[in-house]
């Protein structure tokens, strides 16, 4: 599962590399399934609260290991 995670950019650039969407994570399935497990907030229905959950899972959470750049 791939997430866009617009938080973890570093640079300020206009240039699509530049883009916050440059960075995100990549779960395999099996780890996601069981992420979600012990945190439902990553699989709300309400947007809000998922891009708050995912956003934090990646910058402190069990997803961090996951990011890529």
């Not at 240039?15 to 960075?23: I, L, M, Q, Y």
């Not at 439902?40 to 990011?67: C, D, F, I, Q």
């Amino acid at each position: 599962m791939n997430l866009a995670c617009p938080a973890v950019s570093r640079t300020g650039g206009t240039s699509k590399s530049g883009s916050a969407f440059n960075e995100g994570v990549s779960v395999p399935q099996r780890d996601w399934d069981a992420i979600v497990k012990r945190n439902p907030a990553l699989n709300s229905k309400n947007k809000l609260e998922r891009a708050e959950a995912t956003k934090k899972a990646v910058l402190h959470g069990e997803l961090a290991k996951y990011r890529r750049r």
